[in-house]
C-alpha cells in the first residue's frame, strides 16, 4: 500500500499582508463583477494572488493579455523574492467560516498519473462531476507559460475513523504555524501549519476489509474530487501534453507531474454540501412551462422567473434530479446557463439580470464515494462544498516548471 497524499515544496509569501494575499478561487462569483471589482479595491495594487489567477468572470475580455500579465507577475514575484519555501512538508489548514463552520485539511501533492477524468475512470483519483471540455483551454493557456499553481482544488478521503486529517489537527500545538489571519471579503479565517514529510499516511484507505465494509467491493478509488474539477483536469492535460517530450528519467520527478491540492475528509462534520444553482438567461416563462412539461418525480424544486416562484417536479433521487436538470437545460437552444453557489445570491441575480432562476436540490455527502462507485461522474456542477465565501482561497504556491 502507498500514500496518496506527497509532500512538496510549498512556497508561500513573506513581508506581505496576508488578508489581501488570500482570495477567494478564480471559478466563484461568475456573475457578479462587482464582487472582483471590490476585493480589486481592497487589495489596492498591494501584493496578492488576485494577480496570479484568471477569475472567471472575466473570460472573454482580452485574454491573451491577462494571461500574459498573470504569466509576467508570476516571474516578477519569484525575482523579487516574495516566497519563501517550505520544503519537503505538507500543511495542515483550519478554516473557520463567517458562520463558524470549521473545517481541516491537509496540503500536498497528487501524482497525475493517479488521476483519470474520463466518465468511467477506474484511477486512484477520480472525478465526482463530469468535465467540460471547453474549459480547459482558457485554464491551459495560463498553466503552459506558468511558473507557478497555486491551488483551488480540494480532494476528499472517506476515513469514518478520523484516522489521518482528524488525529494530526488534535496534535496541532505541536506544529510549527506558518499562518494565521482573517480573509477578506467575509471569508472567515485561517490557520496553517507546517507537518514534516512522515506524519501524513493514507495508506490504510487501502485496506481491503475497510473497504468491504463501507462500499461492499475492494477498489484503489482514495481520493474523489470535491472542488476543482476543470483545474486538476488541467493539470493532467498539461502534463498528458509535456510528457511526449520527455525522456523516462525526466518524467519521474518532473514538477508538472504533480499538483498541489488540499485533501479534507468527506466524513467531516466541516464539509458541507450545498447545491449549485442554475441561472439561464434568455428564458422566461415558456422555459419554465418547458421545465414542467420535461421533468417529472416527487421532489419539488423552486423556479423564480420575472419574481414569480413556481415548483415544478423532479427525480425523489437528488443525483438523478440534478441530472435530468441540466438536460433539460442543455436540450434548450437559445439560453445560456450559468451556475450558482447560494441561493440569496441567484435571486439577487435573477433580479439584476433576468432570466430563470432554479433553486438545485442538495446531495447528501455519505454517499458520494458509493454513487462514483457504481455510477461514474455526477451531473457537472452537482454540489459545492460550502458557499461561494467558504471556497478555497489562494495562499500556498508551488513551482511547476
Known sequence: MRNALLPADILLPQNVDMSKWAV???????????????????????????????????????????????NATMEDYLFEGVFKTIKNSYVLVERTTASGVKRVGIIGAVDLEDFDFTANAKSVIRPTEGVVPSRI????????????????????????????????????DKFEKLYDFELNMGGGSVKGYRVDADSVNFSRLWDEDEQM??????????????????????????????????????RENHPARFALVEVNNVRSEGIIFEPIHRIVFGAGEEFV????????GDLKVKVVCSGKETYINVPSLTPLAILEIQKAIDAYKGVECDYIHGEEHLLAIEKEKGGVAIVMPKIEKGDLFKYVLK??????????????????????ARKIK
Open 24 to 70: 477567494v478561487s478564480c471559478d466563484q462569483f461568475t456573475s457578479e463583477p462587482k464582487y472582483w471589482q471590490a476585493l480589486a479595491d481592497y487589495v489596492g495594487g498591494e501584493k496578492s494572488t488576485l494577480d496570479l489567477i484568471f477569475p472567471e468572470v472575466y473570460l472573454g475580455d482580452n485574454d491573451e493579455a491577462r494571461i500574459a500579465k498573470i
Open 137 to 172: 483551454p482558457p485554464r491551459l493557456k495560463i498553466r503552459e507559460n506558468a511558473s507557478l499553481e497555486l491551488p483551488h482544488i480540494m480532494l476528499l478521503v472517506d476515513d469514518p475513523d478520523g484516522s489521518v486529517i482528524e488525529k494530526l489537527y488534535s496534535e496541532k
Open 213 to 250: 465494509q463501507k462500499y461492499g467491493e475492494k477498489t484503489n478509488f482514495i481520493l474523489a474530487v470535491g472542488d476543482g474539477n476543470h483545474s486538476l483536469a488541467t493539470a493532467k492535460t498539461y502534463w498528458d501534453n509535456l510528457k511526449k517530450n520527455l525522456s523516462d528519467s525526466e
Open 289 to 296: 412551462e418547458y421545465l414542467k412539461s420535461s421533468l417529472s
Open 375 to 396: 455510477n461514474g461522474v455526477l451531473s457537472r456542477k452537482a454540489f459545492s462544498m460550502g458557499e461561494a465565501e467558504e471556497k478555497r482561497y489562494y495562499i500556498e
